[in-house]
């Protein structure tokens, strides 16, 4: 068996005497996208967190058979650990080159506070067009970030966040705000880079652009792993239909919504082979 991208073994988050995270244990496969799916509070972003480097945990963190728990968040990146974040913060009055440049910047906080200042003066490195032209947004390059619509910011981000050339990209709410055909959209995207060699972890509320892209789903409830495998899997999961539906009665109509679709699928099957 090949050696996962990633690997998390029994992480744990406390904060305090609450646990955030309760031992979630899984791996991503190079090339793949894993969705991390979960109700409001489920612990997803105190995962990530964890699996960054930016809280406390207890547990294994391997990327590429290499244990690296014990590194601060700034050297998990520096070997390839690559995030975005919910908030999404960009530089407002730099334009989309220039805020992805920033993203490649390896020096020191102090050093990063001079080169904000001299980032008009440079030109980009060929992997700042070369990542805009993946993402679809180079013909955007030199417009003001304050400008954009919250689809193109979204996008920013991620090329921000891959113009470090990670080993592997952590999405936190990428969709948050786009409306269905932005989803759509970025969804295409988020498959051309896994068709071209990227692995993602996408965390994201938006559960038709997760179960649409996703290779596996992960699906955690108040930190603890409820349901692992396939979208096909995930979706049709009691576990995971209660664990977003509060009465029983919603959670059997979906239950029959799935099974009705499955008859619907084996039927036109049928009738293609007829």
Request: hydrophobic share 40%.
């Amino acid at each position: 068996m090949s050696t996962p991208r990633f690997a998390l073994r029994e992480i744990s988050v406390r904060y305090g005497g609450v646990v955030a995270v309760d031992r979630v244990s899984f791996d991503i496969a190079a090339g793949s996208i894993v969705g991390l799916i979960g109700p409001n509070g489920a612990g997803k972003t105190s995962l990530l967190d964890a699996i960054t480097g930016y809280t406390r945990c207890t547990g294994q963190v391997e990327l590429d058979g290499h244990r690296i728990g014990d590194l601060s968040a700034h050297q998990r990146a520096r070997l390839g650990v690559g995030r975005t974040f919910q908030s999404g913060e960009l530089f407002e009055d730099l334009t989309v080159a220039e805020n992805v440049l920033v993203g490649s910047y390896r020096g020191s906080l102090r050093g990063f506070l001079g080169e904000i200042f001299r980032l008009r003066q440079r030109t980009p490195p060929p992997v700042v067009r070369t990542v805009l032209d993946q993402l679809g947004i180079a013909e955007i390059a030199d417009q003001l970030v304050e400008s954009l619509s919250t689809g193109h910011r979204q996008l920013v981000a991620v090329a921000r966040a891959l113009v470090s050339e990670p080993r592997i990209l952590m999405l936190d709410e990428p969709a948050a705000g786009l409306d269905s055909a932005e989803s759509a959209a970025f969804g295409s995207v988020l498959r051309g880079l896994a068709a071209g060699g990227h692995t993602v972890l996408l965390v994201d509320h938006d559960m038709d652009l997760v179960l649409g892209v996703s290779d596996h789903i992960e699906v955690i409830d108040f930190g603890v792993t409820i349901a692992s495998g396939h979208p096909s899997q995930v979706r049709a999961d009691r576990r995971v239909i209660e664990a977003y539906l509060a009465s029983d009665e919603a959670v059997d109509d979906v239950l029959d919504d799935h099974h009705m679709a499955d008859d619907v699928a084996d039927d036109v099957e049928g009738h293609d082979r007829g």
